[in-house]
């Protein structure tokens, strides 16, 4: 097994990380539309989405049976198959593979659930190294002002509520946030995380963007998509 | 105080946690399960509270695993992490308690067998040692050694070659026989090598359901009585000769009630338990 390292796949891999709320979805699609138009055959794949473990996923957040280590081995087990099924054939191919959220958000979330650090990046070490991760850094109000503004409420354990932080949802979420945010900025350095101001207007940040992954984008191979 | 490989789970104290956890290990078709049968109403009948457990009977990921298995699309790393889950699920929910509440906790197959299985499927030795870190160290791991020519014989008169347990995913051929003896044949070669690395106390299994009970019996009663180990037991011991060493220590063996009745009762609730798991096994 190929431990945690840089490929030489043809395809490249993209990723955007950061605290919901920090416009990383728009950004990478964004991005995805326009590497579609200047010809690429582009693949996306999103935290969290493997069919395979989807319905105990689901059972163990209905009944919040979830504890820390079986929350990061369920999200360890998804990654997983995408990555066997997805995203390295892919990569092998020549495509360009587009990943909302990667190996970061777990070592973020489940250190702040309180799994060893060193013990959840082993775990993640057959992932292979993005040709490059933006992580979008965003300011706590910011981002918390974008979510709950935008819906309802925020869900069990989005809110990290499964960590007694507080008993009022709100609270817990901005608490829990908090502490994610100081995960990812520790791993800026750590992992060479490329930082995104995602203060500034959407459209100088996909400037920045399009600049970076067109770059290394350079020597890839191009793949048309089937019209 | 318990302990664990490397860094436990958060929020579990190691403190305050009489019970023992006693592991079986073996191989697919060597009987386990037929012995755990066995030693839960022998355990049950001197007044000890007895939690079984094994693989994929966890609430959260059990049911997942087996209709994961039944696609054949899982990944390697993928069958070993959803593995894991399983494992995490049963022990924070069922191993722990049972372990405070003082129960003897038998679990049929431990980590050991699923570090195995991904080993022999290519997962990176070190990088599986670490996924199952938090477990707590067993009391005591009895492995009930088979070699592949015992064990064919067993598997083929029982159940028949199953497409997992003759590893089709990793050497896929027209002759599961062929495949079952290649796959089985790694398997054991690996349990042998995590034999040495954890200490297993070994119990051949190739002689007969009554008499690998007997040994596993002693080597029970020893646990729960909290003597040292033997070295009859130990890796190092030749297999065959402690036969009748191990008899011996049967016979030894603390009785719980000697009271005429409650003991023949014992005796013969303990037969009875050993004539059905003998039949249930001859007629699967």
């Known amino acids: 097994m190929k431990r945690y390292g840089e490929h030489r796949f043809p395809g490249k891999l993209f990723v955007v990380e950061g605290i919901d709320g920090s416009g990383k979805s728009t950004q990478l699609a964004l991005l995805h539309q326009w590497l579609q138009s200047e010809g ?145 900025e520790k791993m800026v350095p750590e992992f060479d995380l490329t930082t995104v101001d995602a203060a500034l207007p959407i459209e100088e940040q996909q400037a920045y963007m399009r600049q970076i992954a067109k770059a290394k984008l350079a020597q890839a191979k191009r793949l048309r998509v089937a019209p | 105080m318990r302990e664990t490989y490397a860094a436990p789970l958060p929020a579990m104290n190691l403190a305050e946690m009489s019970g023992k956890l006693i592991v079986i290990e073996g191989t697919d078709g060597v009987g386990r399960s037929t012995q755990i049968r066995l030693l839960r109403p022998w355990l049950e009948q001197q007044g000890r509270a007895v939690l079984d457990t094994a693989i994929k009977r966890s609430a959260l990921a059990g049911k997942g695993i087996q209709q994961a298995k039944e696609g054949h699309t899982l990944g390697r790393i993928t069958l070993s992490l959803f593995y894991a889950t399983d494992f995490a699920d049963r022990l924070e929910h069922e191993i722990v308690p049972a372990l405070r509440a ?77 495949s079952f003896r290649k796959y089985q044949t790694e398997l054991l070669t690996e349990f042998e090598r995590l034999a040495k690395e954890y200490t297993f106390e070994v119990i051949d299994a190739s002689s007969d359901v009554r008499t690998v009970f007997e040994h596993l019996r002693a080597g029970v009663a020893r646990v729960l009585s909290g003597e040292p180990r033997e070295p009859l037991f130990s890796v190092v011991a030749p297999v065959g000769d402690p036969v009748e060493a191990a008899t011996k220590k049967v016979l030894e063996m603390p009785a719980p009630a000697k009271a005429a009745d409650p003991a023949s009762e014992e005796s013969t609730a303990a037969a009875q338990a050993l004539t059905r798991a003998v039949e249930g096994d001859a007629t699967k």
């Open chain 2, 102 to 178: 003082g129960f003897v906790v038998l679990t049929d197959r431990y980590i050991y067998s699923l570090m195995a299985r991904a080993i022999v499927r290519g997962a990176d030795a070190r990088w599986i040692r670490n996924v199952y870190g938090f477990a707590l160290k067993p009391d005591a791991t009895f492995y009930l050694r088979i070699g592949v020519d015992d064990l064919i014989p067993r598997v083929v008169f029982s159940r028949g070659f199953d497409y997992w347990e003759s590893g089709m995913d990793i050497h896929p051929s027209e002759d599961m026989y062929d």
């Open chain 1, 40 to 184: 690429y055959g582009v693949v996306f794949s999103e935290w969290n989405s493997s069919p395979l473990v989807r319905e105990t996923t689901k059972r163990g957040k209905k009944k919040l049976a979830l504890t820390p280590s079986t929350f990061s081995l369920i999200h360890a087990t998804d990654f997983a198959d995408r990555m066997e099924h997805n995203i390295l054939p892919l990569l092998k191919a020549g495509a360009v593979v587009l990943c909302d959220r990667y190996i970061y958000t777990a070592f973020a979330r489940d250190v702040v659930r309180g799994m060893d650090r060193q013990w959840v990046r082993e775990l993640y070490s057959f992932a292979v190294k993005p040709s490059a991760a933006f992580y979008f850094r965003v300011p706590l109000e910011v981002a918390m002002k974008r979510i709950l503004d935008g819906r309802s409420g925020v869900k069990y354990y989005e809110a990290g509520m499964d960590l007694g932080l507080s008993e009022n949802p709100e609270e817990s979420f901005g608490i829990f946030q908090g502490r994610i945010l100081d995960e990812y």
